[in-house]
């Protein structure tokens, strides 16, 4: 099947997904904008430029990219600093250049160096932080903006601070609404004939039961309506010179291209929304329902040309970013379609329907993203990590709460940092080495893996088990191992359980231990290896593709 008729198999549920998006996207693109002290605009066309334009570049199937929050404090210093907007847009220029250039280079590698621990750490502290944010919305009180993902505000106050405010400012038209979305929310997938309608989500019930319930509030002259404060506020131009005028463009004048200062805040955003893209790029990864894998480095390339654009016409700096990713990814998007579909909405919303969706509650806006946020940050996923032990739970709930009282790279560097030093603490023996072969049709492929496997050795893994061509046959052998760690067992599990179906892979699982919770199998695929010790069975000349790796032990 080719990569054209791949992207539209799925067009009902992409087209759901992207409206979904679409609708959150939409307060965030404004939110962020406001927040960064740029046109409110900027942050629309850097959502157009996200979905449209590297949606189409990109190879993820679930990540979108827009204006993200983690740069807003980038960006209000930087216009500050610059002394002007179009200034600022210089910058981002050369931010743009520059992602470029490191995905060129295969910067984008360093992603296969996250462990699951601290990732999903990211993903639940994110969740913890949308969840709190949006309560206030929630109650009818907007005196932050959306897109706002700080726990403490400028001025020193904190969310828990904005959330008992909020309890003074109650909007019971707002409450109704928020409860009302909520229900539809939760019980969408539970009423058997609802959740056939795969092509109507339940975002968008419960957007237009919103609008219509303020409708009505409104024509009735009930106390429950809801003021125009309160209601999504998207730009209207009202003619084709009005959409001219809101554009900015760059300043290209020789003193500001020669101007270091310049220079360092676009080395400062490159750097900072390249690490952000490939912490959300592996995330979006590992919430894609069919474990697909996404090139990094073509991410950074298509991250770099949507900033170019962006700052050529006006816009804020992009990243993929978390929330409108794991919003895509629980609207049931299977193909970037969804992304790109998202993006073309924020156009069209643009020329030819603000009026009507100004008309949208913020509280409606507000359930979905509660929604999403106990999803991202539930128990279970909690429980999940205790279970697995110390070494796995203490990186996750470090991230967690370090992505929550301060930021998500902080969070995530606290994260790897503890993950470093366990790995450091209890495996400083581990051993892990690879040898290139050559593949030959028909013949069986060997994965031995080393007596102690770390999240180090992550990415050559993944590497090997994503490139086994379709009808082969593998055998992954475990009987040296004394440690997995849990990232490569999900690894092989999703291969065995999803990648290796879908391709007609057969393959057999020997010498794995029952604490591994993976269960060896007892495909058809010959004995072979089973005739020599584990040790014979490294040493052997395993034929495997260019780009496959067997891995050996080294005593």
């Not at 009180?141 to 008992?164: H, K, Q």
Request: charged share 15%.
């Amino acid at each position: 099947m080719s990569q054209k008729t791949k992207l539209f198999s799925h067009l009902k549920a992409d087209f759901s997904a992207g409206l979904v998006v679409f609708l959150v996207a939409l307060p965030l693109c404004l939110g962020i904008a406001l927040a960064s002290g740029a046109p409110l605009f900027s942050g629309i066309i850097a959502g157009i430029i996200g979905g449209i334009v590297v949606g189409a570049f990109s190879r993820s199937h679930i990540s979108v990219s827009g204006p993200a929050a983690g740069l807003t404090a980038i960006v209000i210093a930087a216009i500050t600093d610059l002394g002007s907007y179009p200034t600022f847009l210089t910058a981002v220029l050369i931010a743009g250049a520059i992602q470029v250039i490191l995905g060129f280079v295969r910067a984008g590698s360093i992603s296969n160096y996250f462990p699951s621990s601290v990732i999903e750490g990211m993903l639940a502290g994110i969740g913890i932080i949308i969840f709190l944010k949006q309560i206030p919305h929630a109650v009818g009180y907007d005196a932050v903006p959306e897109g706002d993902t700080s726990f403490i505000e400028n001025g020193g106050i904190t969310v828990v601070d904005r959330i008992a405010e909020s309890f003074s400012y109650i909007n019971y038209g707002s409450v109704i609404i928020t409860v009302l979305s909520l229900i539809i929310l939760i019980g969408w997938d539970k009423v058997s004939f609802l959740k056939k309608l795969k092509l109507v989500p339940a975002a968008l019930v419960a957007v237009l039961l919103g609008v219509t319930l303020n409708e009505i509030f409104i024509q009735s002259g009930s106390s429950l309506a809801i003021s125009t404060d309160h209601l999504v506020a998207l730009p209207t131009p009202q003619s084709f010179e009005d959409f001219k005028n809101i554009l900015i463009t760059p300043n290209f004048s020789l003193d500001i291209l020669l101007n270091s200062q310049v220079w360092i805040v676009g080395l400062t955003i490159a750097i900072v929304a390249s690490v952000e893209t490939l912490l959300c790029i592996e995330a979006s990864d590992r919430m894609d329902p069919h474990k697909r894998y996404t090139d990094t480095n073509v991410e950074l390339k298509a991250q770099g040309m949507g900033n170019l654009l962006s700052g050529l016409l006006g816009g804020l700096p992009m990243t993929s970013v978390v929330v409108r990713s794991s919003t895509n990814a629980n609207a049931g998007a299977q193909t970037k379609m969804s992304t790109i579909i998202h993006g073309i909405f924020l156009l069209l919303s643009v020329v030819a329907i603000a009026p009507w969706l100004n008309k949208i509650p913020l509280a409606s806006l507000a359930a979905i993203l509660l929604f999403i946020g106990f999803r991202l940050a539930k128990p279970a996923l909690f429980k999940k990590f205790w279970v697995k032990g110390k070494y796995e739970f203490i990186p996750f709930v470090s991230t967690v709460l370090a992505v929550v009282f301060l930021d998500l790279l902080k969070g995530v560097a606290l994260g790897l940092l503890i993950s470093i030093i366990s790995i450091l603490r209890g495996n400083l023996k581990r051993a892990y080495s690879f040898k290139q072969e050559e593949y030959h049709e028909g013949d069986l492929i060997l994965i031995h893996l080393a007596q102690e496997v770390s999240f180090l050795n992550k990415a050559a893994i993944k590497t090997t088990l994503n490139e086994i061509p379709e009808d082969s046959k593998v055998v992954i052998d475990a009987s040296d191992t004394v440690y997995i760690t849990h990232d490569v067992l999900d690894l092989i599990r999703e291969f065995k359980e999803i990648r290796a179906p879908e391709n007609n892979i057969k393959l057999k699982l020997i010498g794995f231990k029952e604490a591994y919770d993976l269960e060896n199998t007892s495909d058809d695929i010959p004995h072979v290896f089973l005739k020599h010790s584990p040790h014979e069975q490294s040493n052997q000349k395993i034929p495997l593709t260019q780009s496959f790796r067997k891995a050996e032990v080294k005593s």
